[in-house]
Structures are given as structure tokens and as C-alpha cells.
């Protein structure tokens, strides 16, 4: 028997696909591509790591609607913003 699914993993699920129906930046690509793609963000977030080369700067730029993550200057991950979510307000270090 397989284990009802939880709301959690529903929610989870759906941000997955809502994500891929999107046009976001896609991993790999440069800054350059995606501000000529996407346009300049609404705002370039301070870096974060850097320290070595096992912690490669991040670099992060919030879009309406979700943020990019750049590892140095290629795109690693873009999160949706979500009312739910933790990524609301990320200049704000927790």
C-alpha cells in the first residue's frame, strides 16, 4: 500500500510544475543572458560566500515573482516567491 501523500508534499508538487510551465531563468545560463532575456532585476542582493573555493560567491537578484541564484555568474537555481514560502524578504539573514 502506498502512503497517502501529505499537504505539504501536494504543495510541493505544485510549485514543482508551476515552476517548469514558467519562463525563469534556466540553470547554467550567464548574468549577461539572463538580464538580456529578463531584463535588469529589481534589485541586486548583496553576495553571500566567497571565502573559498568549496564556498563559491552567490550572488542573488530578485524579479516580481521569484529570484535568481548565481553561483559566481552562472545561474544555479530560480525559487518563485510565495506567500508561503521564506523567500519573501531574503536580505533579511536568519
Do not use: C
Not at 514543482?16 to 540553470?27: F, T, W
Not at 535588469?40 to 573559498?52: E, I, K, V
Not at 553561483?71 to 524578504?89: F, Y
Amino acid at each position: 500500500m502506498v502512503p497517502a501523500a501529505h499537504a505539504g508534499d501536494s504543495l510541493l508538487v505544485n510549485r514543482v510544475q508551476q515552476e517548469q510551465a514558467m519562463n525563469l531563468p534556466r540553470k547554467g545560463m550567464s548574468m549577461a543572458q539572463v538580464e538580456r532575456q529578463f531584463g535588469a532585476p529589481t534589485s541586486r542582493l548583496d553576495s553571500r560566500g566567497g571565502g573559498s573555493a568549496k564556498q563559491p560567491v552567490i550572488n542573488r537578484w530578485m524579479y516580481p515573482g521569484y529570484i535568481v541564484y548565481f553561483e559566481r555568474s552562472h545561474v544555479v537555481h530560480t525559487v518563485l516567491n510565495t506567500p508561503a514560502g521564506n523567500n519573501l524578504n531574503p536580505q533579511v539573514a536568519r
